[in-house]
């Protein structure tokens, strides 16, 4: 993966994830990338990007992206890092002895990832999926 773009990526929870993505728009001047399902109540996967920067979030409710059931998380947020060599990472990441949440698996939108905890209880997921601005 050659990065064209950020590596880092905030990632949230919205309870009215539809109106999020009107509102960032609205009042941060954010511009939307993919929103999954286009239509509904509900988002599963929404981006927005400021500049080279971006955002990803959805519902409430929903398994989020780090497949923890919202509703049963404490976490409203998050971060994601896309990188070279996951398997690497994870590696990395396991002998030092952090806490793996979501292990290594490969996702059906064509990603590589996993999730752990840091220290602090923060969440970090690390993989092969980086949201590309529409062109």
Known sequence: MT????TFFVSLRYRDARKALQWLSDAF???RGDVYPEEGSTVDHA???LGTGGVMFGSVGNPNDYG???SDAHET???YAAVDDVDAH???ARAAGAEIVRDLR???YGSREYTARDFEGHLWSFGTYAPKRPT
């Not at 990065?3 to 950020?6: E, I, K, N, S």
Request: proline residues 9%.
């Open 3 to 6: 990065p064209t773009g950020p």
């Open 29 to 31: 001047g954010l511009e």
């Open 47 to 49: 981006e927005m990007f």
């Open 68 to 70: 923890i059931e919202a």
């Open 77 to 79: 947020h998050g971060i």
């Open 90 to 92: 994870y590696a990395r």
């Open 106 to 108: 490969d996702t059906e």
